[in-house]
């Protein structure tokens, strides 16, 4: 995965990781699996429902998204890779999600799908390219599809 240098990052070993971010979500994989693909220091994920900062709030936000969402399939349909420097490169993808949601106590679940606009930085750790920051932007749904789970912020805004 790795360049001359060692630690050098490339286009390929950017996008092995997109990929297997990707496919450990839609398998579900162990939350190990995913936090192998992450940074310790400087982690940022801005996410739909929350922002996540350690590998503590990682689990959490996993842990909650995989007793809610199921049969996932994440399609990346466009990944632009910019190398910034010998070991961090800046990603932009566009990625249809669709999955089944079951929020309790409903007694069915529902059918979500979107399409996403996704940033991230990306790192060299350990020889291998780490998701550092990650920000999912504007999305839009699928003609059909149920909304996702309110986020936080909604919940918050709600109650106050």
């Given at each position: 995965?790795?360049?001359?240098?060692?630690?050098?990052?490339?286009?390929?070993?950017?996008?092995?990781?997109?990929?297997?971010?990707?496919?450990?979500?839609?398998?579900?994989?162990?939350?190990?699996?995913?936090?192998?693909?992450?940074?310790?220091a400087g982690l940022?994920?801005?996410?739909?429902?929350?922002?996540?900062?350690?590998?503590?709030?990682?689990?959490?936000?996993?842990?909650?998204?995989?007793?809610?969402?199921?049969?996932?399939?994440?399609?990346?349909?466009?990944?632009k890779v910019a190398?910034?420097?010998?070991?961090?490169?800046?990603?932009?993808?566009?990625?249809?999600?669709?999955?089944?949601?079951?929020?309790?106590?409903?007694?069915?679940?529902?059918?979500?799908?979107?399409?996403?606009?996704?940033?991230?930085?990306?790192?060299?750790?350990?020889?291998?390219?780490?998701?550092?920051?990650?920000?999912?932007?504007?999305?839009?749904?699928?003609?059909?599809?149920?909304?996702?789970?309110?986020?936080?912020?909604?919940?918050?805004?709600?109650?106050?």
């Open positions: 995965m790795t360049g001359g240098a060692g630690d050098q990052i490339t286009e390929a070993a950017v996008r092995r990781l997109v990929r297997d971010w990707f496919a450990a979500l839609d398998r579900h994989d162990d939350v190990e699996v995913l936090l192998g693909l992450l940074t310790t940022v994920m801005h996410l739909p429902q929350r922002t996540v900062r350690s590998h503590d709030d990682f689990r959490s936000w996993y842990d909650d998204n995989i007793s809610t969402y199921f049969d996932e399939v994440h399609e990346v349909l466009d990944v190398a910034t420097s010998p070991l961090h490169a800046e990603v932009s993808l566009r990625v249809n999600w669709q999955s089944r949601m079951w929020v309790p106590p409903s007694p069915n679940s529902a059918w979500v799908g979107l399409t996403t606009k996704e940033t991230w930085s990306v790192v060299t750790r350990d020889g291998r390219p780490k998701i550092r920051t990650y920000t999912v932007g504007g999305s839009t749904p699928m003609p059909g599809s149920a909304a996702p789970r309110a986020t936080e912020s909604a919940h918050e805004s709600a109650a106050a």
